[in-house]
């Protein structure tokens, strides 16, 4: 019988030690236009998007009613439109989504430019040095831009929090995909292939598109307080918000597992034989073994919980929560 081989874990030595980059697949971006475009947008999503300009973007939610995750946009104005990066993959359904929120006084529309852009995300403790390395102009600041001609076509560079340190996220034209790719290799960052990103991304404790970001969770059960704004205007899902923020209310939350033996998304988290919550992620790392996310009902989620996975209570193995993002002390 054969095994499947291991999958590459290329580039995940550079994202620890010193710079590695990864091109998202199927990324997503929407284009708004119109006068109305930022109080349309402001009324959708969790943080105050007018606060996003030509030199800073912002990150928002856009939740449900119940103030479930829909998608996770950043946000900036380039000329008369305003900017949306989207979750890998859900541009058809999030433009579908907000046109159906579209008033008829509105004067707003929406265009899908998921085919224009490339998206590459640059990680690791020399990823500054590679960008100067490569002669790329980088924001000071995190949630700051800077913007160049890059081989004929405009290139956008936001800085964002990354996975262990600060991080970029670069937006090219995709005509200018390769040439931006070996500009960076020549700078001696290494790209990262998506096996190791998610490894990463599980050793980091970053939620994930069709993982931690789906409508099965909040904002805050997932770690993105940092999204949202408790000074602006009303929006969809800000009731529940507000409710889960001012009387504690936030009963599960996102917590690293560590685990005897790899754990598959989707496996039952149990406590003294009862169901306490779900496996979201899981990886097999090279530093820490079988690790997972999960999110927990409260007080499991809290370090040092004892529990177990499995599909039962009966053949679940112990796990331990642990604190992320996951670190040898553990």
């Known amino acids: 019988m054969q095994t499947a081989a291991p999958e590459s874990l290329d580039g995940y030595s550079a994202v620890l030690n010193t710079a590695g980059f990864y091109l998202h697949s199927q990324p997503g971006c929407l284009r708004i236009l119109g006068a109305d475009r930022l109080a349309f947008l ?13 030199s800073r973007s912002v990150l928002t939610v856009l939740t449900s009613p119940t103030a479930r995750i829909l998608d996770v946009l950043r946000t900036f104005t380039q000329g008369e439109a305003l900017l949306a990066l989207l979750l890998p993959g859900s541009s058809a359904q999030t433009a579908q989504f907000l046109k159906s929120r579209i008033f008829f006084m509105d004067k707003v529309t929406l265009e899908d430019a998921s085919a224009e852009f490339a998206q590459i995300e640059m990680e690791g403790p020399q990823a500054t040095a590679a960008l100067e390395r490569a002669k790329l102009p980088y924001p000071a600041e995190v949630d700051g831009i800077t913007r160049l001609d890059f081989e004929g076509s405009p290139l956008v560079i936001l800085a964002q929090e990354g996975l262990f340190a600060p991080g970029y996220r670069l937006l090219a034209a995709t005509a200018a995909l390769d040439g931006l ?7 001696g960052a290494e790209s990262v292939s998506p096996a190791a990103y998610q490894v990463l991304r599980v050793e980091a404790g970053k939620p994930g598109a069709q993982h931690e970001l789906t409508g099965e969770y909040t904002p805050l059960e997932t770690g993105l307080e940092s999204a949202i704004s408790t000074t602006k205007g009303c929006y969809t899902g800000q009731e529940v918000i507000a409710r889960q923020i001012t009387y504690d209310k936030i009963t599960q939350r996102l917590t690293g597992l560590r685990l005897q033996q790899p754990a598959q998304p989707g496996e039952r988290v149990w406590a003294q034989d009862k169901p306490v919550g779900a496996v979201t992620s899981a990886a097999l790392s090279p530093r820490f073994g079988a690790i997972a996310l999960g999110v927990l009902r409260k007080p499991h989620f809290e370090p040092g919980s004892d529990l177990a996975v499995g599909s039962d209570a009966g053949s679940a193995l112990p796990a331990l929560s642990v604190t992320l993002p996951f670190t040898d002390s553990q």
Do not use: I, Y
């Open 42 to 54: 402001q009324r959708q999503t969790t943080n105050d998007v007018g606060l996003a300009s030509e």
């Open 181 to 187: 790719k070996n500009r960076l290799q020549n700078a």
